[in-house]
């Protein structure tokens, strides 16, 4: 079953230190997602993207916040200097185009098994 | 976003039937009901997801409710694996899931 894969799987930095996160999304996905989840917290949209540009973000994904699609596959979340408070766990999701039929899975978000990152 | 409202916590003994409810009386006819599941230390899980009728996939089933403004999760036979927090979540098309708390359901060997 295709499914949402992230690298690394555990990020440690220096506070101030840019760090990019890696994910390659279901292949014929369209939409793509970054959450964070704090330890302990509930999980929180950042930004999602479509069409090669940012379709919405959250209050959170401010200027040190950014997301690309270099190239076919792979989806970056690259945070420029990290603060402490970024530590948290980072989800990719995709979806598909939708317009299938009701309880098909088609059209729901998958994410991925997350992208540990600890700032120091 | 349209908001629903779950039980913090549920215990299930393995191997009975767990039935997880969810309320969502401001559900616009537009929302689909999701269902995600996060299991210790990993990523959302989708589980199920449906509009109008009930739904049944390998994972689960959903029911419902003719008014829409509930549904609930049945899981056939609750494993150890299958603990978990449950998250029902409303959403149309592309947008955003937005997470609530959820329900941590325990299931008890």
């Known amino acids: 079953e295709p499914e949402v894969t992230q690298t690394p799987s555990h990020q440690v930095t220096q506070m101030g230190q840019e760090v990019i996160l890696r994910c390659v999304p279901i292949?014929?996905?369209?939409?793509f997602y970054w959450y964070r989840q704090i330890l302990g917290q509930k999980v929180e949209f950042l930004v999602s993207f479509y069409n090669n540009e940012i379709s919405e973000k959250s209050e959170i994904f401010d200027d040190q916040f950014s997301v690309e699609r270099p190239d076919g596959s792979n989806f970056t979340l690259k945070i420029r200097s990290t603060k402490l408070e970024d530590s948290a766990m980072y989800f990719c999701?995709?979806?598909?185009?939708?317009?299938?039929?009701?309880?098909?899975?088609?059209?729901?978000?998958?994410f991925g098994p997350g992208t540990r990152l600890t700032v120091l | 976003d349209a908001k629903t409202t779950q039980p913090n916590s549920m215990e299930s003994n393995e191997e009975e039937p767990v039935h997880l409810p969810c309320n969502h009386s401001?559900?616009?006819?537009?929302?689909?009901i999701h269902w995600y599941r996060q299991l210790p230390s990993q990523g959302p899980e989708y589980v199920i997801h449906?509009?109008?009728s009930n739904v049944n996939n390998r994972m689960a089933s959903l029911a419902i409710a003719e008014d829409r403004k509930s549904s609930t999760l049945i899981l056939h036979r609750a494993t150890l694996r299958d603990a978990a927090v449950y998250y029902c979540i409303l959403s149309g098309g592309y947008q955003k899931v937005t997470f609530g708390t959820g329900t941590k359901l325990q299931v008890i060997p």
């Open positions: 401001t559900i616009s006819g537009t929302d689909y």
């Open positions: 292949s014929n996905h369209l939409y």
């Open positions: 449906g509009l109008t």
């Open positions: 999701a995709s979806r598909g185009l939708g317009l299938a039929k009701v309880g098909s899975s088609t059209d729901t978000q998958y």
